[in-house]
C-alpha cells in the first residue's frame, strides 16, 4: 500500500494548480494541510522568478532571473539556467514547516505538501533531509511534485519515484481536467491506513 502521492509532468502542465484544488478540497473535508507551493512571478508578463507559498500564505523567493537577484555579496551563487537561488530566503520560509513532522506530533494523519522536489530546492541539504524524514514519517502523508526526468538525474527524485509507498501520477494537458477525483482518492486511501 502506499502512502504518499506525488505528481509529475512536464513544465507548466498545471501541477501546482492542481495541488491547489486538491489541498481546498482536502481542508474543506475536515483535513489538516501544511506545506509549501512553488508560484512563478510574473512582472510585465516576463517570468523573473519563483517564490515560495506557505500553505498558510507566507511568501518568500525561490529564486530570481540574474538581473533582479541582486549582489551575491561574496557568496556562493547557486544557479539553475537564468535563476538564482536565493537558498537563505528558501529555507527560512521552508525548513519551519517540517517542525512537527521532525517532533512526531501531527496530531492524526495530515497531508504535508511538498511542491516541488526539483533542481532550486535540491540545493539545500537540510531541506533533502527532511523531506526523507517527511517520507519515513508515520504521521503524514506527502503530496508532492517532481519534474519529469531530463538531463542529470536527480538524487532525491529518483528516490521518492521508486519507493514502493509512493504512488506518482503523469500529468498531461489532457487528464489535467478529469484526475483531480482520482488523486483525492489516492490521499483518503493514504489518510486512513494507521501505521
Ligand atoms: N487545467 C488547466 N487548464 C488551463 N490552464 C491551466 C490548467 N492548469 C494550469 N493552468 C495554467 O497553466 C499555467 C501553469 O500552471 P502551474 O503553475 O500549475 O503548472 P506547473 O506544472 O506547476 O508549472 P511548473 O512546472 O512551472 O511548476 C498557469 O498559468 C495556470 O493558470
Redesign the pocket.
Known sequence: MFKHVFLT????????????KVCEALESSGVGVEGFY???VREAGRRVG?DVVTVTGERGHLSRIRDVAGSSHGRREYTVGQYVVDLPSFESLALPLFTNVRSADAGGRKVFVI??I?KMELFSQSFIRSVRQTLDSSSYTILG?I?IPKGKPLGLVEEVRSRRDVKVFT?S?EN??SILQDILAALRNCLKQTS
Open positions: 509532468g512536464p513544465p507548466g502542465v498545471g501541477k501546482t494548480t492542481l495541488v491547489k512553488t508560484e512563478e519563483f511542491d516541488e526539483g511534485t519534474p500529468l494537458k489535467r481536467n
